[in-house]
């Protein structure tokens, strides 16, 4: 069940290792702007992939978050624990006929940038259901709180899409709609990297009958390469034992005002100044800034 509509945002990691500046500006901006709306900020451990998966990173997460001031308002929801919600949305999108079993695998595939309904008509001879996918149709789009408006034409720009995986666990898209229905999120804050998941998570929210957040697609850091910051990228932890610079960079990359010398002096002051100075309005409204601005 939904909660009532009061602002909540959250944070959703997977829990592939601790945090880098990459997973900081986005816990850093969902967490201020769920504070400034007077709202409630939650956490969730996105761990559906196992084999990324390591050992203690979602209490290394968690643990760092704190050091960092940032303390979720509900305890952690782990979408691992969420198996059978996610069985019984895939369920209701059977019985309407909207998903049909894929026994397709990337090899069959090749290098197509759409799915070409091998299985939407039924699975050909000698294959097995390997996966599901949602058949898609129409134009979805919105008006992002910093990107302004953004949408895709489903059939020639995505094509139908997995919602089960071939390993058995459901797919991103299909997750992350039902637990930010479950959580009652109102705004979903994080990186312009998903700005093109957005649409697909609309068109399934249509589909379940669920109601809509809004969105706020943050500019990613780059390194050196161009690439997006993150782990698989070879982003470097930050550290927690000193918790005040890493704050001060990520706030400072997303364009915000100046703290003066005694809003820095711990997390705790940090958190007592920002929400108050917090505004979209400064953040620069571009998907990506290279690393070296932070």
């Not at 019984?88 to 595939?109: E, I, N, T």
Request: hydrophobic share 40%; glycine share 8%; proline share 9%.
């Amino acid at each position: 069940m939904a909660r009532a509509a009061s602002y909540v945002g959250r944070f959703a990691p997977s829990p592939t290792g601790r945090l880098h500046m990459g997973s900081l500006i986005a816990a850093l901006a969902s967490y201020a702007q769920a504070r400034q709306q007077r709202g409630r900020w939650l956490l969730r451990m996105e761990d559906i992939d196992p084999p990324r998966e390591r050992p203690g990173a979602a209490e290394a997460i968690e643990a760092d978050l704190k050091r960092f001031g940032m303390s979720p308002d509900e305890p952690t929801l782990f979408q691992s624990t969420r198996t059978a919600a996610y069985q019984q949305a895939l369920d209701q999108m059977k019985a309407s006929g909207h998903v049909f079993p894929c026994g397709c695998s990337r090899r069959h595939l090749g290098h197509g940038h759409l799915y070409p309904q091998t299985c939407s008509g039924g699975l050909p001879p000698g294959r097995e259901r390997r996966s599901w996918r949602v058949r898609v149709s129409g134009r979805y789009g919105f008006d992002d709180l910093l990107q302004g408006a953004y949408g895709q034409q489903l059939e020639t720009e995505v094509g139908a899409f997995i919602l089960w995986r071939a390993d058995g666990q459901p797919a991103y898209q299909l997750a992350v709609v039902v637990d930010d229905h479950f959580q009652g999120i109102t705004e979903v804050v994080r990186g312009s990297d998903l700005i093109g998941s957005t649409p697909r998570q609309l068109f399934l929210q249509r589909l379940l009958g669920l109601p809509q957040p809004a969105y706020l697609h943050l500019p990613v850091a780059l390194n050196e390469q161009g690439n997006k910051l993150s782990k698989q990228t070879g982003a470097r932890p930050i550290d927690p034992q000193q918790p005040m610079p890493a704050l001060a960079r990520a706030w400072s990359f997303l364009g915000q005002e100046k703290p003066p010398a005694e809003a820095l002096a711990s997390p705790e002051a940090f958190w007592r100044w920002a929400p108050a100075r917090w505004a979209i309005k400064r953040i620069p409204a571009v998907t990506e800034i290279p690393a070296n601005r932070l």
